[in-house]
């Protein structure tokens, strides 16, 4: 869409979920971070969850949705954007450093933060693990734990 009108902004979607799937329904490419760089107030902002829709202050509007399940972006002005979408299967001293994990504290009664997974204790691995999760982000810290091991 290329509307003159300051009211609108121009969008774009990565394919849908459903693009990323085989014939056996097994997801090819999982989003694990999904962010929009506004190159007009530079400010970056990331979509964490489904239909996480956020935006930049400034008058371009950018915008990034979709968290782990699907992209989508936009701005006043697509040119004064940067998308950056790190898979899964990226190289892991990328993803490590990129794929995330929300934590309400020990006692589930502290507000809401983000931790990335190499900044997770080794404790809060383990608490994950126990806790259970979507299988691609229980596979992140397996190999977190891996990875770990193996840089000693």
Not at 15 to 24: D, G, H, K, R, V
């Amino acid at each position: 869409m290329n509307n003159n009108n300051d009211d609108w902004c121009e969008y774009s979607d990565l394919p849908s979920p459903l693009s990323y799937m085989n014939n056996n329904d097994e997801i090819i490419k999982q989003i694990v971070y999904n962010s929009v760089k506004c190159l007009e107030c530079n400010e970056v902002i990331v979509s964490r969850h489904r239909h996480d829709y956020v935006t930049c202050e400034c008058p371009n509007k950018a915008m990034a949705d979709g968290g782990n399940e699907y992209g989508r972006y936009g701005a006043m002005d697509m040119d004064k954007i940067k998308t950056n979408y790190i898979y899964a299967d990226d190289d892991f001293e990328i993803v490590r450093q990129h794929a995330t994990r929300g934590s309400r504290g020990k006692d589930g009664k502290q507000p809401l933060t983000w931790v990335i997974l190499a900044d997770m204790d080794d404790d809060y691995l383990q608490a994950v693990l126990d806790y259970g999760g979507v299988d691609w982000h229980l596979e992140l810290i397996n190999k977190e734990i891996k990875y770990r091991k193996d840089e000693g």
